[in-house]
């Protein structure tokens, strides 16, 4: 299922962030927006 997180740029949540980190730990495939493209990410190494 699709989540969509907003950071603020300037002053980030920190609760967003660490949902946001655990997920990425836990093997979340992530969409990082990039200008026109939108980049993916997902944790590399065990």
């Known amino acids: 299922m699709a989540k969509y997180f907003d950071v603020h740029p300037e002053n980030p949540?920190?609760?967003?962030i660490s949902k946001v980190?655990?997920?990425?730990?836990s093997g979340a495939l992530i969409g990082l927006?990039?200008?026109l493209l939108l980049r993916t990410g997902m944790p590399t190494g065990q």
């Open 13 to 16: 949540q920190q609760r967003t």
């Open 21 to 25: 980190a655990d997920m990425i730990r």
């Open 33 to 35: 927006p990039d200008g």
